[in-house]
C-alpha cells in the first residue's frame, strides 16, 4: 500500500510541476514550428490543388471532372506530406510512428472496406470518365446533374435543388445513366386519337404542332405513326430529337400545341367511358 501520509506521490508531482517552464523551453520552438509547417503546408497544399484544377482544364480533351479529381488527388497527397513534416519538425519519432499507422491501417482496413472500394471506384470513374460534371446521370437509383466526382463520392444535384452524396463504390458497381453523353436526346410522345379519325390528317396536324420549334432538330426530322390500337384509341407516336439540356422543356411544352392542332384539324382525342348495362330480370 502507498503511503500518502509520507506524500511521496505529492513530492513527486509538485517536482515535475515545477519542471513545466523548463519543458515550454525545451518543447515549445519545435511545437511552434510543426504548427507553423501545418498552417503554412495546409495554405500551399490548398493552392497547389486549385492551381492543379485549373492547369488541368486548360489541358484538351481533358474535363473539368477529371481536373477536379486531380485537385483532390494533390490535396489529399498534399497535406500527407505535410503531416509528416509537420511531426518530424516536432522531434516526434517516426519510426515509431509509422508503426503505430501501419497497426491502424490494418485495424481500419476491415472496418473500412467500403471506403477503401469507394477510393479505387473514385479513381476508375476518373479514369473511364462515364460522364462529366454538368451531365444529368442516373446512377444508384438517383437522378440528377453531376456537380462533383470526389475521391470517395459523386456528388449530385437534384432538379428541386436537393443534394445527394452516392458512394463511387455505387456508382461504378452499378448501372450508370448518362443522358447528356451524346449532347442530343429523343423525345417520344404517345397521342391517342379517335378511331373514326382520318389517322393521316391526325399525323399531319401533330407533326404540324412542332414545326417551327427551333429546338428541335430538323435533321432528324421529327416522326409520327400509328404504333398501337388501344382499347378505346389509335395511339400515333411522335419522336423528335433535341439537345439534351432542351429535352425536358419540350416535353413540358410540347402538349398544349399538339392537341391545339388536333382540335383545328377536327380530331377527337378520346377519353375513357364508362358504360351501364342495366339487365331486366
Known amino acids: 500500500m502507498i503511503d500518502v501520509g509520507g506524500s511521496p506521490i505529492v513530492d513527486i508531482v509538485l517536482e515535475q510541476i515545477k519542471k513545466i517552464p523548463d519543458y515550454i523551453v525545451l518543447f515549445a520552438p519545435s511545437v511552434l514550428l510543426g504548427f507553423i509547417i501545418f498552417i503554412g503546408g495546409r495554405l500551399i497544399v490548398r493552392k497547389a490543388s486549385t492551381g492543379t484544377v485549373k492547369a488541368t482544364e486548360k489541358i484538351p480533351n481533358i474535363d473539368s471532372t477529371l481536373a477536379r479529381f486531380f485537385g483532390s488527388l494533390v490535396l489529399f497527397i498534399g497535406m500527407g506530406a505535410v503531416i509528416v513534416l509537420a511531426l518530424s519538425a516536432m522531434k516526434i519519432n517516426l519510426a515509431f510512428l509509422a508503426t503505430i499507422v501501419a497497426a491502424l491501417v490494418l485495424a481500419l482496413g476491415f472496418a473500412l472496406q467500403d471506403s477503401l472500394g469507394d477510393f479505387?471506384?473514385?479513381?476508375?470513374?476518373?479514369?473511364?470518365?462515364?460522364?462529366?460534371?454538368?451531365?444529368?446521370?442516373?446512377?444508384?437509383?438517383?437522378?440528377?446533374?453531376?456537380?462533383?466526382?470526389?475521391?470517395?463520392?459523386?456528388?449530385?444535384?437534384?432538379?428541386?435543388?436537393?443534394?445527394?452524396?452516392?458512394?463511387?463504390?455505387?456508382?461504378?458497381?452499378?448501372?450508370?445513366?448518362?443522358?447528356?453523353?451524346?449532347?442530343?436526346?429523343?423525345?417520344?410522345?404517345?397521342?391517342?386519337?379517335?378511331?373514326?379519325?382520318?389517322?393521316?390528317?391526325?399525323?399531319?396536324?401533330?407533326?404540324?404542332?412542332?414545326?417551327?420549334?427551333?429546338r428541335i432538330y430538323s435533321d432528324p426530322a421529327p416522326w409520327a405513326k400509328v404504333v398501337s390500337l388501344g382499347d378505346s384509341a389509335v395511339?400515333?407516336?411522335?419522336?423528335?430529337?433535341?439537345?439534351?439540356?432542351?429535352?425536358?422543356?419540350v416535353k413540358m411544352d410540347i402538349s398544349q400545341p399538339i392537341k391545339k392542332a388536333l382540335d383545328k384539324a377536327g380530331i377527337e382525342i378520346p377519353y375513357e367511358h364508362n358504360t351501364i348495362v342495366r339487365k331486366s330480370a
Request: no cysteine.
Open 120 to 214: 479505387a471506384s473514385g479513381i476508375m470513374l476518373a479514369l473511364f470518365r462515364p460522364f462529366k460534371v454538368d451531365d444529368q446521370v442516373e446512377v444508384a437509383g438517383e437522378t440528377g446533374v453531376v456537380i462533383e466526382t470526389g475521391l470517395f463520392s459523386t456528388r449530385l444535384v437534384t432538379r428541386d435543388n436537393v443534394i445527394i452524396n452516392v458512394a463511387n463504390g455505387a456508382v461504378f458497381g452499378g448501372t450508370i445513366k448518362n443522358y447528356f453523353h451524346d449532347g442530343k436526346l429523343r423525345l417520344d410522345t404517345d397521342i391517342g386519337v379517335s378511331y373514326d379519325a382520318d389517322l393521316n390528317k391526325a399525323i399531319k396536324a401533330i407533326l404540324s404542332a412542332v414545326k417551327g420549334d427551333a
Open 235 to 249: 395511339v400515333i407516336q411522335l419522336r423528335v430529337w433535341t439537345d439534351a439540356e432542351d429535352h425536358r422543356k
